[in-house]
């Protein structure tokens, strides 16, 4: 048994954060990478569980540390998978980060050998296009800025080691569970 960091990437809308949720119910013994972030806690949230919530300066310098697998600034507020914290937790079993493909691609870079890169991707543009209008998650220019990000996301499917299709979500379920119990179970280090 191999302890490994798999990452689940896939565009806005294809359903990667249920599945996410579902596996480690489904799996406990996987542990769910958390992040840090300057942005203020939001009612409810628990430091250590949804993020660590850091100063701008901690941030900074865990950047000038080398201590993220990868960081970015969204609204203003960065966001980073802290790399001490995925180490510690390889340690004692396998981590599953959620996170866009950039982040996944500088994961394995950093981490190579120990990284999984998985991206669940929608059965077509339209079925994505449809799930997003369904859900509200924007109308217009927010709407076709989702649309491109998913179709840049789309095009380094080649880059990551396995697709999961989420037509259905059971199926969908069942071989990404399937893909986490076969890399677990895997004799030597192949990547």
């Given amino acids: 048994m191999r302890n490994l960091l798999f990452v689940v990437s896939g565009p806005s809308g294809v359903g990667k954060g249920t599945l996410v949720k579902r596996l480690l119910a489904d799996m406990p013994s ?27 300066r901690e941030f900074s310098s865990r950047i000038r540390e080398n201590d993220f697998l990868e960081y970015d600034e969204h609204f203003g507020q960065w966001y980073g998978t802290p790399r001490s914290f995925v180490e510690r937790k390889l340690k004692q079993g396998s981590v599953v980060l959620e996170i866009d493909v ?18 669940i991707v929608p059965p077509s543009l339209e079925a994505l296009k449809a799930r997003l209008y369904g859900r509200d998650a924007g109308k217009g220019e927010d709407m076709e800025a989702r649309l491109v990000r998913a179709k840049y996301e789309l095009e380094q499917l080649p880059l990551y080691d396995y697709e999961v299709v989420n037509d259905d979500l059971e199926t969908a379920l069942q071989r990404l569970e399937e893909i986490v119990k076969s890399e677990i179970d895997k004799e030597g280090d192949k990547r």
């Fill in 30 to 56: 996987l542990t769910l990478s958390v992040s840090c972030t300057t942005r203020a806690p939001r009612p409810g949230e628990e430091n250590g569980r949804e993020y660590f919530f850091v100063s701008e």
């Fill in 102 to 119: 950039v982040g996944g691609l500088n994961a394995k870079r950093l981490l190579p050998g120990r990284t999984v890169l998985i991206m």
